[in-house]
């Protein structure tokens, strides 16, 4: 494989800055490819052979042929293929529950009861903490059902989003999900490249390191302490306000990645029945969870002899991406279903806003696309295994958990992908783990810890990337703008995530019990959140809480609002 050095850094870097800068997702991910391109059609010889390396650049069609390949490739994998098919069909499923009336049913069943915007946030964060079972499913159904009622009480898109983004990976990594199942394939695979095969289950080994995957824990932490409180900070502060002031629940020029209003029209039911909601999103997560464990090799005969076994060995074998594929077609029939029985519409009807669905998704399937194009580049380059190369020498065990969660964070912000971060670095520090602790007991707890910190490490870039996934379909399935999204989650983010280092250097340094710590660290998140807010809100002379009043003052304000326009 070609060595591009510090060179294979630029295609993230440059779509990422570029995506900041410019707020055009689209153009800066493909810009980066293609940077991609040119940087492998001429090489690493610029210096040594100018010529050589133009001429190189000039075959591969100045760097696009390389990156059309990496676009297609990234789209063309089956897991990719999956996802992509699952989002456009969860599209129609969105357009489905729009069309039956179903969204203003729940809006107008949740108003009732979530009368503030504390009472909805919290409504959020839980629904993103059951949700625990798949990320993509959590950002789909928490982001679809709660939109219009985060709507109607003047809570920001940007917040929506943020509440979704952190309540899905973070959970996902904490219990029985898809995540675990793949965190335990790369812990078996980090003991077998360590050469160590006498080595605890490797369950145990999760568990473990569960305390230590701090980010995760802390942001979960951080939501309940951001919507409980009613403050806010940096961007996001800015965005409460505009909000709650003019009602613009996104910012003026912004580009929402899902805007189902605009694109379905009125709905067609006259009378919304809670059923319409209910309905398809109940058999979204009905047959997502039994596609998992039939994919996983459940079987009644298996479950009767051994119950617990059965379904562990369902949960971990699942292939939970087309587990979501069987659930998001079936959301689909079950609106077919209910447009009949309760003569909202017919065959032909439902058919069409089947297809209208697939439209409202296309903005998320084509960052998502080159999103994974981006991943393709740095996969080639190297980008991943250079990072790790360059900071493997480090190996003081004090800071070795915090320097681990820098890495992957690293990682994770510049590839996209918490997984890859998870798939490169697991197999690389679990030895240097293992070895410079010498093995035995001392052993078996520094892998523990760096388990947990890479998984933490990765989580906490993935959320602070635009060109992550779960980022952009966060971003989709709240109706936000994918950029104004990670720039007022990037505050957020960064705090836990400067906290979470902190708590790794104690813990490296004094020994203290991260059971100890963990609370710790929410006292402190306490303490930054009031503290930020604060002197953001008086520094700019507004107040760090843009409103938590009861739902009849808006609806007041609404109509003051709109007696002014007449």
Do not use: C
Request: aromatic letters at 10%; charged letters at 15%.
């Amino acid at each position: 494989m070609v060595e591009f050095g510090a060179a294979s850094l630029i295609p993230p870097v440059l779509a990422i800055a570029l995506a900041i800068v410019t707020r055009k997702a689209v153009l800066s991910l493909f810009l980066g490819i293609w940077s991609g391109g040119v940087i492998q059609a001429g090489g690493p010889t610029l210096l040594g052979d100018p010529v050589g390396w133009v001429s190189g650049v000039v075959a591969a069609g100045f760097g696009f042929f390389p990156a059309f390949d990496w676009i297609i490739a990234a789209i063309a994998g089956e897991f990719h293929a999956t996802i992509i098919v699952f989002t456009l069909l969860l599209g129609s499923g969105v357009a489905m529950v729009w069309n039956l009336g179903g969204s203003y049913a729940i809006r107008d069943w949740a108003l009732k009861r979530l009368t503030t915007q504390r009472k909805a946030g919290v409504s959020i964060a839980v629904l993103g903490v059951i949700l625990f079972f798949d990320d993509y499913a959590n950002t789909a159904i928490v982001g679809s059902s709660m939109k219009d009622v985060s709507d109607r009480l003047r809570i920001s898109r940007e917040k929506l989003s943020y509440l979704v983004d952190s309540t899905a990976a973070p959970v996902a990594t904490l219990g029985i999900s898809s995540w675990v199942a793949f965190q335990l394939s790369l812990i078996s695979d980090g003991y077998e490249a360590a050469g160590v095969s006498d080595h605890p289950p490797v369950f145990e080994v999760f568990v473990n390191s569960i305390p230590f995957n701090m980010y995760a824990i802390l942001a979960i932490v951080m939501v309940f302490v951001i919507v409980l409180s009613g403050r806010d900070y940096g961007e996001m502060l800015t965005a409460e306000h505009r909000s709650w002031s003019t009602g613009k629940v996104n910012r003026e020029e912004a580009r929402p990645m899902q805007d189902v209003a605009a694109e379905l029209g009125d709905p067609s039911a006259a009378n919304p029945r809670l059923i319409n909601f209910f309905g398809p999103v109940a058999v979204l997560i009905v047959v997502t969870l039994i596609g998992a464990l039939w994919t996983g090799g459940f079987t009644l005969g298996g479950f009767l002899a051994d119950p617990t076994g059965a379904l562990w060995d369902g949960v971990t074998n699942a292939a939970y991406d087309k587990a979501l594929l069987y659930g998001s077609f079936a959301m689909v029939v079950t609106g077919f279903v209910l447009g009949k029985v309760y003569g909202i519409f017919g065959l032909g009807e439902a058919t069409d806003t089947t297809i209208d669905g697939f439209g409202i998704m296309l903005t998320a399937v084509s960052i998502l696309s080159l999103a994974w194009g981006i991943g393709e580049v740095v996969s080639a380059l190297g980008t991943g295994e250079y990072v790790a190369g360059v900071a493997e020498g480090v190996v003081n065990p004090a800071i070795l958990p915090a320097l681990v969660l820098v890495i992957a964070a690293f990682m994770a912000f510049s590839t996209g992908t918490s997984w890859g971060t998870m798939g490169i670095l697991t197999p690389i520090v679990i030895p240097v783990a293992w070895s410079i602790t010498g093995g035995g007991a001392a052993g078996h707890t520094l892998v523990a810890v760096m388990v947990g910190t890479i998984f933490s490490g990765s989580i906490f870039g993935d959320h602070t990337s635009p060109i992550s996934d779960t980022t952009v379909l966060s971003a989709t399935f709240t109706g936000a703008d994918l950029i104004d999204h990670v720039r007022t989650q990037l505050y957020y983010a960064g705090t836990v995530g400067i906290v979470a280092i902190v708590l790794l250097l104690v813990w490296g340094y004094v020994g203290i019990s991260p059971l100890v710590l963990l609370p710790i660290g929410a006292v402190v998140l306490v303490g930054l959140v009031y503290g930020l807010s604060e002197f953001d809100a008086r520094r700019r002379g507004i107040s760090p809480i843009a409103a938590n009043t009861p739902r009849e003052d808006v609806e007041e304000m609404d109509a003051d609002a709109d007696a002014g326009a007449e």
